[in-house]
């Protein structure tokens, strides 16, 4: 069943299907009559990755969950009663005995493990809820969420184990009499029969797989189903105890923490990856699904998948890194300025960073910054693209700052824009310049290098006159008069925008006081994006006499700004009445158009090779 | 001992030890004499990451590597006969037994697992040589190839271990009674003595996990020690029976496939990330080192180290996808296919992979292609930045071109750049347009999308004259006569430079007849980068007219070229006395200029967002 276009996971999962379909080894559990009942010819796989795709193939027919419950069930037990309270009743060792073996742990007068019948019976009775019928519904609805859908119960088979669960009666006993039951045994048991008689699909149990491979977010909803804590222990105890007695060969062979139950199901996880689900009711010695086990070992083998596995490293948490001197922040500098940040401009330096971060990728940052054979004045660290911060990670953060501090060097903290991240960088104790974007943080980096190489250009004093605008500073005195006299004055008051984007070009602008900035809708975000800004002594709108091309940017003051404009049509009259003076002006815009090219092709190549 | 900055990963190592050197539990090792001699205070940790750096803390003296050479030489057992022959005489079973049991598996009649001592001298038995020298030599060399450096035999503990070494001779014989060791058994018994005798650091036990953890390549020399194949098998075995009876909670707890020795050595790796070890030499009741499982725990919990612990989605293998109408390739294009190209260029879909590609980040591929709301003609797969792919990936790769290809849309490959993937990827039975790097590809497809709209500009038949040229199409006729007057024609050979990067500017180039390329040296590779191509019609250096700055790259003939001058003395000249054909060129000028800026400013903004 597939809601999109067919590709080559669905025809990879059909040949597995194909391949493993003639299988008719094995025999339908009987030991409860309603078992008997499945048709053993059902055959379902499922696979579904973390970004929510879920691919099926074969027979999704509804069986009851039985032992693959348990994993999902530890899990809900370890979110409601925490890790303390479970381990104290329910161990996680191996243990050789059969599933259903009337013992635990003398040693520690514990059940073994969770995946055993005695430690799921208690297992059951920690999840959250005051009766019995509450902790049901408890595991209902946390089955549910795991699976992305309400889940119903097989009244029928609920009925058929509870007349012939007598050997679950025994370990309950048994687990009564070492104290880790209360007095309610027979609701205590059949709180654990309904469970097993909880109805899901192979589909269903790819999702609730995915859901732990996912860190406990159900891929599909986005619910966070159980906490991200509890999940290494579900998947630890499905790794050492999940298979039965063929636990030990399963994860040499098909390598994936795994759960199989009676009923011919078998959900596997790979952690941060997918999970996977395969559905047929013939089953082997050891009591797992016959095709079942052959389709996750080829299926594991095919999409390599073994958790063990050597990927290769991870790729690093650094999106590029670069220097100041290749690329500058939006702010329009005026000529010396833009020299002195060409020159000094690498005592800046960018490192952004992507995706989840964790020890190993931020060491990766560490020794990048520690052993930059160029030490830099400033660091400015890009945390924007960052999904996740964890506590390892965040410490070496924290050494990092320090470190620079201590030794006289300026970290820049761009701030996440997830909430998690945002949250933990927040805790840093030491105060640090944070911004919300790399182009903030480069600019004022930038203001700080000006100022230290002793560069910064002085604010101007009132009005600029145009003679003084840095487009115009090389044109002859009359020059300058023949543009002044076609000049009219605009003034615009903060927050003013000065023309919208697709606006019809209305002239060249040169900033006489104040400041503007050029911005930019960003598909997919909110804000918007500054594509520059303007202050006093720079132009923009320069297109306008040249190509007559409507408005690419809008442009929007920032503070009170006042404007010299001057328009198309004076531009005509410029040229027809002083030739010499609109080339003049052309050439410095042809200049300053071919700077911001090369600029604009060297910040390429630098982001291109970062 | 650290040979660079010490920085917070080194502090957190030198926390983690104090916290636990305090610990004086446990008792050294004395049933062979020469361990009891070891210093009970000794206590070392090493930290190695996946590209070669190595954090240490504590003290790194020589111990001998006892069982912790097990897992290794079982690689190298491995690597030298195949699974099918090892795992014919040792399983891969946990057991509930001490590790010097004197049994084996009954049910097989094989030795349980290569971590217990029976399946340790079997597994010695099975390393490459034609003797046991020779096969010890294997043994020497291979834990030197590990661990990176040339490793000793403390011949003092290998003739106390032979001394009193009848428990494994006893576990020798059981051997050779099941047929699982050959005649000589004193002599195979002392290749496992020899071999538990070879000294070892904290610090070469951490580069020996690494190298596990980095698919069997050494990552300080990176040398391939054993192939990448044997490497899930040994981590398996390190996961479910690495630290002898503990190896269930020590998964639980901290998580790593390990093996600790009575010497007080642990050796524990994390796929894809790091190798750890610690040494002291006081152990527990169960034989590991106790400050060495303290250190392990703590050291996990910190730096979040669990194999099981979810980390997240893996980041994505794809680096950036966009769109032929936003992004072009280096070809300079007269107007009419520069404007076809804008309107129809999103029929080439441009998708970049990065790094390791295995079946997950493949599979994210093929579900943004096949779904995409809008589907191109032209797909072009850069795998040039890809540095690994598995089977899995590339069969997703094959049936993606295959069903692309059935569909009339047509992929297009952009080869890897890494050896590995090229080998991979040129096995793809169907035949691909392949190019070397996506601006070929992009021009490529730019050819055929221009050809298909009927818009490819028709070769021009002889020279170029510069009324017809692109720059100066809408001048007026006595304009573009006054241009010609005053420009020189130049003729170049295939081949030939034009002019070199930073060359004085000597003109502007209108190219009548060929075609010319301007290249870049890419820092750290050894092609040179196509900045632009240009052909008849088309003009290139006019700011050489405009700002008189050095030439910002090198021009290249690729054809017998010819080109029509206009040199800076020629311009002025111009402007002197035609001052209207010079405002009118200025003016082209500017507008090409803003043109290649606005489209400079998309494609960042492409680019940004892709």
């Known amino acids: ?161 509870r007349d012939t669960g007598d050997r679950n009666r025994a370990i309950a006993y048994l687990m009564r009499s070492a104290g880790l039951l209360d007095e309610d045994v027979d609701a205590q048991v059949e709180l654990y029969f309904r469970q097993c008689s909880i109805l899901v699909t192979a589909r269903d149990l790819a999702v609730m797989a995915a859901t732990l491979a996912n860190a406990g977010v159900n891929p599909v909803t986005g619910e966070q189903v159980v906490p991200r804590s509890v999940v290494a222990p579900v998947l630890t105890v499905m790794s050492t105890c999940g298979m039965y007695d063929y636990a030990g060969e399963w994860l040499y062979r098909v390598g994936l923490p795994a759960k199989s139950g009676v009923s011919g199901g078998i959900a596997a996880a790979l952690p941060g990856q997918l999970g996977l689900a395969a559905h047929s009711p013939r089953l082997d010695a050891r009591g797992n699904s016959v095709r079942g086990v052959a389709a996750a070992e080829l299926l594991s083998e095919r999409l390599g998948l073994h958790l063990l596995r050597p990927n290769g490293r991870p790729r690093p ?133 000006l100022l230290a190489e002793g560069r910064r250009a002085e604010l101007a004093e009132g009005l600029v006159p145009l003679a003084e605008q840095d487009l115009l500073r090389d044109l002859p005195v009359d020059a300058v008069g023949a543009i002044e006299q076609r000049a009219v004055t605009r003034v615009f008051t903060a927050g003013t925008v000065v023309f919208e984007e697709g606006a019809p070009a209305d002239g060249l602008y040169f900033v006489g006081a104040g400041e503007v900035m050029a911005d930019l809708r960003v598909r997919g975000q909110r804000d918007r994006r500054r594509l520059s800004s303007v202050a006093a002594g720079s132009a923009f709108g320069e297109l306008a006499l040249v190509d007559g091309r409507p408005r690419s940017t809008r442009i929007v003051a920032v503070e009170p700004t006042i404007c010299h404009v001057l328009a198309p049509e004076a531009f005509e009259g410029l040229r027809r009445e002083a030739p010499e003076a609109a080339a003049g002006l052309l050439l410095a815009i042809a200049r300053s158009l071919s700077q911001r090219l090369r600029a604009s092709t060297a910040e390429v190549a630098a982001l291109e090779e970062a």
């Open 1 to 161: 069943m597939v809601d999109r276009t067919p590709g080559p996971i669905d025809r990879l999962l059909e040949e597995a299907w194909a391949l493993v379909a003639g299988n008719d080894e094995g025999v339908v559990a009987d030991y409860i009559p309603e078992l008997a009942k499945a048709d053993p010819a059902t055959f379902g796989l499922g696979l579904a990755t973390l970004d929510g795709a879920v691919y099926t193939t074969g027979d999704l027919v509804p069986f009851t969950i039985q032992s693959v419950s348990k994993p999902f069930v530890y899990a809900l037990a370890l979110a409601d009663r925490g890790p303390a309270a479970v381990l104290d009743r329910v161990g996680a060792e191996p243990t050789g005995d059969p599933f259903n073996t009337i013992s635990l742990d003398q040693a520690s007068g514990r059940a073994f493990n969770p995946m055993v019948n005695a430690g799921a019976i208690v297992t059951a009775t920690l999840v959250g809820g005051d009766t019995r019928a509450e902790q049901f519904d408890r595991i209902l609805d946390g089955l549910s969420s795991f699976a992305g859908r309400p889940l119903d119960v097989d009244e029928a088979v609920y009925a058929s184990e």
């Open 317 to 449: 948490g650094v999106r590029r890194t670069y220097r100041g001197d290749a690329v500058h922040s939006k702010r329009t500098r005026q000529r010396g300025e833009a020299a002195c940040l060409e020159d000094a401009g690498s005592a800046i330096a960018v490192h952004e960073l992507l995706g989840d971060q964790s020890f190993v990728s931020v060491e990766v940052l560490v020794r990048a910054v520690l052993a930059d054979p160029v030490p830099a004045r400033w660091w400015i660290l890009d945390l924007s693209r960052v999904s996740r911060i964890d506590l390892a990670a965040r410490a070496l953060f924290d050494g990092l700052v320090q470190q620079l501090q201590d030794s006289g060097q300026q970290p820049v903290l761009v701030e996440p824009r997830a909430r998690g991240p945002r949250e933990v960088m927040g805790q840093l104790s030491t105060a640090l310049p944070r911004f919300p974007d790399v182009d903030r943080a480069l600019e004022w980096c930038e203001a700080e290098l």
